[in-house]
């Protein structure tokens, strides 16, 4: 008996561990080819003040707009952790999404009694076109941190209905999350209604839970209005929600969020990825079709709701324990400017929960092959419902770059690449020039961006100028990389090498530590001025009669004497034109320990233009 049971734990145990893997696998193949290789905007913001602030002022910002002590700590943390790695911040919201689409399967899973249906809200959880924030900005770590935190109330609260044993447990669990979930995102506060209304239905009598979550709602208030002098929550984009907080605007994006629930876009392509109206016909067909299977299986349920009225005491406290959930998530992301999809992704997990919970209770375990019909009829559907939005979510997920940010991502990945990526640490103390600014990158971008790739955060030297055309520099230097924006890609082009050669092109005889044989050609750009100034290194004997012969476009221009070690000439020639020199020495330097060429090694070169 003892073998059985400990051979039917290890089974269950292989189970879950296949269940793990299967979603962080499934999680790593959906989001390829999504990246974080630069930060800019708020991510670059997040992380300026993580490198330049104590750990107090980081973690605790007094003062500030939003007081996030919890998710600033996690923060804090990871980027700790991470370092100058900024292209782990991918991989890292994704694992982190993956143990949230574990728990959403744990979870679907106690709901539903079937592996299968849980599996199918993890891997939904994982497919949603909503996941787009939490993956591929820094900041997802907080809308990850919110939305398992307000599931993880869900789980509690359910548990404490549907229980008689460790229902304190449960409540101060639930209640825990509450507190740290205000500190992650101010938005949460409004579930404080939910567990007023488990308390009620379970007819709560012990004061200390009534008391209990009531005080942490006010040790909430208290600490955010001695901490940011407000007990208001912030809005979009630097607003104030009681600023900008419309009764009849919010209702319109309230039932916005319900429809997006359902699949349809009904938000601008800049929010959405592609609206409705812009959706192909096999998508909205998709759509509805998916609707009309949750619609069957609902209707179904209500039918069995009201037939077998025993259950029915039971079963509607945790049916409005979902319902009031997903509404009052839906009313925190209504009250301020605009809807953001992101907002939607605890609501929309929260709706196929309360799927799996209508498969668990319309197919009870071990009833599902004697009762006909049932299983097709609701975990069936659901699973049909999974299928059908399965094109769908990808096809969505194809749309990422009409999000408003998306484009900035892209070029800021590709500044990334295109000078860190190639150089390396070498990338720090070099003068970078930016041919255009169509971008309007920012004066704090420019002076952070490169910040980030240092290990002391500091990368000193690194200057970013923005030129209008490669006019306005001289000659290319070591210490010197061109850029170049690439806006038909949202990209940046590494132009250092053409540039260069463009300026100053070696045709013979001359070489990359300065030395020219006996006879040398080069072609050389000049700038405003049509200036260009020549130093020569001599280091051999001086009799007097060493010169060398400068020609211009095949005619003589000048003639400079070697007189010393050193001799300094100037010439003019057409301004911003290539101009080709040739140099030709009536000496050459017999110490020379090589000869490059057929002719030697004569004298060492510093050519400039203006």
């Not at 009409?402 to 000078?419: F, G, I, M, V």
């Amino acid at each position: 008996m003892e073998e059985r049971q400990w051979m039917g734990k290890e089974a269950l145990w292989k189970n879950e561990v296949i269940a793990a893997l299967l979603l962080i696998s499934f999680a790593f193949f959906i989001n390829r080819g999504i990246k974080i290789n630069g930060l800019y905007m708020d991510d670059l913001y997040l992380w300026s003040c993580y490198g330049e602030q104590t750990f107090r002022q980081f973690v605790f910002p007094l003062g500030s707009t939003r007081f996030r002590f919890v998710y600033y700590l996690a923060a804090w943390l990871e980027m700790m952790a991470l370092g100058s790695h900024t292209e782990w911040f991918v991989p890292f919201n994704i694992l982190l999404n993956s143990c949230i689409a574990f728990t959403i399967y744990r979870f679907g899973k106690r709901l539903s009694h079937r592996w299968l249906v849980g599996f199918g809200c993890g891997i939904l959880y994982l497919l949603s076109r909503m996941s787009y924030y939490q993956i591929s900005q820094v900041y997802g770590l907080m809308e990850s941190m919110a939305l398992w935190m307000a599931i993880g109330i869900l789980y509690f609260l359910y548990r404490y209905l549907t229980e008689k044993e460790h229902t304190d447990r449960y409540i101060q669990a639930a209640a825990g999350l509450y507190f740290s979930v205000c500190f992650v995102h101010e938005r949460y506060m409004v579930l404080l209604p939910l567990f007023f209304f488990a308390f009620w239905v379970k007819k709560e009598k012990r004061p200390f839970c009534w008391i209990g979550i009531t005080g942490a709602f006010l040790a909430v208030q208290a600490i955010r209005f001695f901490t940011i002098g407000s007990i208001s929550p912030a809005g979009t984009g630097g607003t104030d929600v009681a600023d900008t907080f419309n009764i009849s605007q919010s209702f319109h994006y309230a039932l916005s969020q319900v429809l997006y629930i359902f699949g349809i876009n009904t938000g601008p392509d800049y929010l959405s990825g592609l609206s409705w109206s812009q959706s192909p016909s096999w998508v909205r067909v998709l759509v509805m079709l998916a609707n009309f299977s949750l619609l069957v299986m609902t209707v179904g349920f209500l039918f069995l709701l009201f037939q077998d009225r025993k259950k029915l005491k039971k079963r509607l406290p945790v049916i409005g324990l979902f319902l009031i959930f997903i509404a009052l998530c839906i009313g925190s992301s209504s009250v301020t400017i605009r809807v953001e999809t992101r907002w939607i992704y605890v609501s929309m997990t929260a709706a196929w929960l309360f799927a799996a919970y209508l498969c668990g209770e319309a197919v009870p375990p071990g009833e599902g092959q004697t009762i006909s019909g049932r299983p097709l009829i609701f975990c069936g559907l659901f699973l049909v419902y999974g299928l059908l939005m399965f094109p769908v979510e990808s096809f969505y997920r194809g749309t990422y770059d009409n999000l408003y940010y998306w484009s900035s991502q892209l070029r800021y990945n590709s500044l990334a690449e295109e000078t860190y990526g190639k150089y390396g640490n070498d990338i720090f103390g070099k003068k970078i020039y930016i041919i255009g600014n169509t971008y309007e990158m920012s004066d704090f971008t420019a002076r952070t961006f490169f910040k980030t790739f240092d290990r002391k955060r500091l990368a000193e030297g690194t200057e970013v100028t923005f030129i209008d055309s490669i006019r306005d520099i001289g000659l290319v230097t070591p210490n010197m990389l061109i850029l170049r924006e690439d806006p038909a890609h949202n990209a940046f082009q590494d132009v250092t090498s053409f540039v260069k050669d463009l300026k100053f092109q070696r045709v013979y005889g001359s070489y990359e530590d300065g030395w020219l044989d006996e006879d040398a050609k080069i072609r050389i750009m000049a700038g405003k001025e049509g200036k260009i100034k020549m130093k020569f290194y001599y280091p051999g004997e001086i009799t007097g009669l060493e010169h060398i012969t400068v020609m211009v476009e095949g005619q003589e221009k000048t003639v400079v004497t070697i007189n010393s070690s050193t001799a300094i000439a100037e010439i003019d020639v057409p301004p911003y034109k290539v101009s080709e020199l040739t140099f030709n020495s009536n000496f050459y330097y017999k110490d020379a320990s090589e000869q490059r060429s057929e002719k030697h090694l004569a004298v060492v070169a510093e050519i400039t233009a203006d």
